[in-house]
């Protein structure tokens, strides 16, 4: 019988996370590279990498990109050396290809720090090869549900599907000075409507998440930092809430394992 893989969603929340090792959501990631176990490869879908289609990076070595503004020094010296997966972008590339999709592969493209710092705490020896795809801010939930379901077929062959993004993501309504661990009551009403209808598998209810999730425009002014949820969603199966926190007053850290 084959042993799939499970797909992934994680909320990176703040870069800071990375130092903060009295922090949830750094702990959670901190085990849960030993709780999968070592894959063969990783595909990372950030929030942090948008483009107007598919891009798949094949660089052998990718940088470590510090995309990121205003915080402490020591974030800017943290490497993530972890070699590329060029024969694995070959494959996302054909596998989209196949599904009737526009894709182009990038040579140069490293790692965001939505795709390096989760890396960095789940697998710190660095030593599990990766390549990056990246989101199409405008193509909507139906889009990138789909490329979850052309690559499906990785998870077969060993490969770990990380989307990497953030469960409510309203930067407006952060507080970095807030201590609370509750979301206001318009992320806490969006954040049970999403978690139930992930769990209960309603596929077409998250679909139209806009429209039928409360408070959605309000969690996701924009939608880059959810739309990867929907290619772990399309790659994976029965979806489970496997940690949650709070960062900052509105940021839901949730992360969910699909298998």
């Not at 019988?1 to 996370?17: C, D, E, K, N, R």
């Not at 490293?110 to 020896?125: K, R, T, V």
């Not at 909507?140 to 989307?163: D, F, K, N, P, W």
Request: proline residues 7%; charged residues 20%; hydrophobic residues 40%.
């Amino acid at each position: 019988m084959t042993q799939y893989v499970p797909s992934l969603f994680v909320s990176h929340g703040a870069p800071t996370i990375a130092l903060d090792s009295s922090d949830p959501t750094h702990r959670f990631l901190g085990g849960l590279g030993t709780a999968l176990g070592r894959p063969k490869a990783v595909l990372v879908v950030s929030a942090h990498w948008e483009s107007d289609v598919p891009r798949v990076s094949s660089a052998s070595r990718p940088e470590t990109i510090h995309d990121f503004y205003g915080f402490p020094d020591p974030l800017y010296r943290l490497m993530y050396p972890a070699p590329g997966a060029p024969a694995l972008a070959l494959r996302v590339a054909q596998l989209l290809g196949d599904a009737g999709m526009q894709v182009t592969v990038d040579a140069e493209r490293g790692m965001d720090h939505g795709a390096w710092i989760p890396l960095m705490l789940m697998y710190p020896e660095a030593d599990v090869p990766v390549t990056q795809l990246s989101v199409q801010a405008a193509l909507g939930a139906q889009h990138h549900y789909q490329i979850g379901t052309a690559l499906r077929v990785l998870r077969s062959e060993g490969v770990l599907i990380m989307v990497s993004g953030g469960f409510t993501h309203n930067l407006g309504e952060v507080d970095f000075r807030s201590e609370s661990t509750e979301l206001p009551r318009w992320g806490e009403e969006f954040r049970t409507w999403a978690v139930r209808a992930i769990e209960e598998g309603r596929v077409e209810d998250l679909l139209n998440y806009r429209s039928m999730a409360p408070h959605a425009k309000r969690n996701h002014p924009r939608e880059e930092h959810f739309l990867p949820l929907f290619t772990a969603l399309g790659a994976g199966g029965q979806g489970t809430c496997v940690h949650t926190d709070v960062a900052y007053r509105a940021l839901a850290m949730d992360a969910f394992r699909f298998d």
